[in-house]
């Protein structure tokens, strides 16, 4: 029976500490729902802070990686899945999640959220402004969140989930 | 020796007049410039009416079609690439584009711009808000031109271009 | 610490019994080395069969599916990924796995062999002839054993994986 | 209204000088029949003789390349189409083939002709043994014709365009 995989998105190189943080404490959260930990899989920012946060709680982690091989894979990786897409495999990323939650924002992150709204998959935001919330509600007529705490980003996937 | 490809990106069921209008007279002067207008592909909004306006002078046009056969093709397409990618294909859009053109917003433009940025592809928007703009400008530090005008959308492109 | 995941790849429709049988032992024996399953992710032929053998013994299995929702999913896939990627997301299965086992032979079966080689990744062969071995031979250096038994099968994989 | 668009699909750095020699009157005869030729793009082997076969005859190609950008684009190519799939890009060349020619093999020919095969896109096979022809016959119950002349090869995609 297929587990429950909840996307993570955001900064790589350029993750401030507070998304590096949040990004910790929401892997950690979510795996300890039994959810698994879904990123881009690379070892910077905040797929590699999912990660770690994950496999802290004793969960499963899916990276989705846009290289052929794993010289940029993070280590707390357990499944790397690898495309060789390039950023055409953040359609990916945002297709095999339930719920994407994006914490900060950065080109390849916008775009991870627009795909997601474009696919009808919910999306939960953390770490932006109201207006970047604004700006991708005007997108779709489907609620986005922006969530200021893990633990309210956490009832907002519940409610998605219908759990 | 290649031909120099411009994307011109947009809403396609939900297109407005205005940005169907601007659409058609974008293709059609790109097309002047002995440009390949790029789109989409599909027989519907800004897609299919930046190749009509590009056919009109004289253009070639390309479209990058989301399926794997022409049930959806614009008639006005003359190179239909059929890639099965679904919205992955929003990438090869970008990529293919030495300059990306958004004419209105939706999940899926927004997707293309987002992944124009990241890419390093230059972007014009036309018929947007400035709040619209002010948003992408944040995910760059290249500039993101606004154009009111077809005239001067044609101006932001040729300085990209240097020509 | 990234998990091995070695490939079952095979016809779905149209597979035989001795090939889905042959699966089902594949999935088992390769998850009782602790190894992840991956397959196509349908519920037909060599992908179900393998995911439901490496399940019995209780494995994880992962399904790399060519649309973009679960209608077509089976339902002993632990961790399915949408890729809407049609059979372009043949050469992500094969990227994604240590080793690529093919169990039987058809169109896309072939394709995913053929993009294996082309990738480096070694190949195993079962229920194929051997002129079709022979075929594949022709593409590269490196050696393609077609094994008679899920065991000899098994010692080709630890072989490739130097363990 | 849509061109027809013909794949010439072939070795790359490997191909043999007959190989090249015949890619360039494949390319210089479908081109003088008005059709687009369709290739991988590169500047090499038979994607870069077909290429210039069909400009010498004053045609019109297109490149489906699997990188971002122009490094290694044939100077032959009108349209260059950058994808960033690898070589899932190869799928996207035989989608958009009305017919497929394969002139030569190596792993990547291989695939294409596996995954023309699954799509149900025409193959004719020409620079290959009939063992060749033979295995991938075996693959679909569509016929596919070993052309042992270029004249010969031109019939038959006459024969599968119905023209």
Redesign the interface.
């Known amino acids: 029976?297929?587990?429950i995989?909840i996307g993570i998105m955001g900064p790589g190189e350029t993750a401030t500490p507070a998304e590096v943080e949040t990004a910790y404490r929401l892997g950690y959260t979510l795996a300890e729902q039994g959810w698994?930990v879904l990123t881009g899989g690379r070892n910077v920012g905040v797929m590699a802070a999912a990660c770690q946060g994950a496999k802290a709680a004793g969960g499963?982690t899916?990276g989705?990686l846009p290289g052929?091989?794993?010289d940029r894979?993070s280590?707390a990786?357990?499944?790397?899945?690898?495309?060789?897409?390039?950023?055409?495999?953040?359609?990916?990323n945002v297709?095999?999640s339930r719920v994407v939650i994006a914490c900060g924002?950065?080109?390849?992150t916008?775009?991870e959220v627009?795909?997601a709204?474009?696919?009808g998959r919910p999306v939960v935001l953390m770490q932006v402004t109201p207006?970047?919330r604004?700006?991708?509600q005007?997108?779709?007529t489907n609620s986005i969140p922006l969530a200021e705490t893990v633990a309210i980003a956490l009832q907002e996937v519940r409610n998605f989930l219908d759990v």
Chains 1, 2, 3, 4 share one sequence.
Do not use: C, E
């Open positions: 029976m297929a587990r995989l698994v499963l899916v989705i052929d091989r794993g894979l280590t990786v357990d499944i790397p899945i690898f495309t060789d897409l390039g950023n055409a495999r953040n359609n990916v297709l095999s924002m950065g080109a390849g916008a775009s627009a795909l709204l474009k696919a207006a970047v604004d700006f991708f005007t997108l779709t």
